[in-house]
């Protein structure tokens, strides 16, 4: 098992580029979510998946799109790039936040600096 | 208001030591724990979960809940200098299948 996956590990964008962060989990997965965490800070949740076909907006969603075609992807995409997303982007995902003993699984994150 | 808090510190203990890392959360209806461990650079992994009030161990590590205080703590016994890194308090609110993180605190370990 790869476990959960990110590209591109690095990325440095202009102001007003678009990219995609891409995420893939091998671990059947039901819930999958994107964090970013800016320098000295917490994590915050962008948005998040609790299946195929179904996503939601978590606490700073504002310049950000998802989408949830499979259980195993989970794409992250900026359509209008601005200083204030450069970032370390995280995707994690779980099997359900109701199972006991269960945890989040990170990849190891997106650097993204916008300049 | 926020969620959940943390000392961002740093927490500096020498090596052998036990370091206590704590944590608050203002959901009263919040259900499960989790310490997160983030070296630097690196992605957060889990090290412990509760659920229940008390006591739990694993290991070197010991997660403590109080619910009606609102009060999570993690104390890691033995401290090694391969401890040192930011540790982050997650909880699951009561009516939400996400977790919110806190700030973290960066723990250092003197040899």
């Known amino acids: 098992n790869a476990g959960v996956t990110q590209t591109p590990k690095f990325r440095i964008l202009k102001i007003g580029q678009s990219m995609t962060l891409q995420c893939t989990q091998d671990?059947?997965?039901?819930?999958m979510y994107w964090y970013r965490q800016d320098p000295g800070m917490g994590l915050k949740l962008i948005y998040y998946s609790v299946g195929a076909g179904i996503t939601d907006k978590g606490e700073v969603p504002n310049g950000y799109n998802v989408s949830r075609s499979t259980t195993e992807d989970f794409p992250l995409r900026l359509e209008l790039a601005a200083p204030s997303q450069t970032s370390v982007y995280f995707c994690?995902?779980?099997?359900?936040?109701?199972?006991?003993?269960?945890?989040?699984?990170f990849g190891p994150g997106t650097r993204l600096t916008v300049l | 208001q926020k969620e959940v808090e943390q000392n961002s510190g740093p927490l500096s203990v020498p090596e052998g030591a036990i370091a206590s890392l704590n944590c608050t959360y203002s959901?009263?209806?919040?259900?499960?724990f989790f310490w997160y461990r983030q070296y630097s650079g690196k992605s957060p992994e889990l090290i412990m979960s509760i659920y229940s009030n008390g006591d739990k161990e694993d290991g070197r590590f010991t997660a403590q809940l109080n619910k009606a205080s609102q009060y999570v703590s993690l104390l890691i016994r033995d401290s090694q200098p391969s401890d040192s890194a930011t540790y982050l308090c997650?909880?699951?609110?009561?009516?939400?299948?996400?977790?919110?993180f806190g700030a973290g605190t960066i723990l250092r370990v003197k040899s």
């Open positions: 959901d009263r209806g919040s259900q499960s």
């Open positions: 671990m059947n997965h039901n819930y």
């Open positions: 997650a909880v699951n609110p009561e009516y939400g299948n996400k977790l919110v």
């Open positions: 994690a995902s779980s099997y359900s936040l109701l199972e006991l003993n269960n945890e989040q699984f």
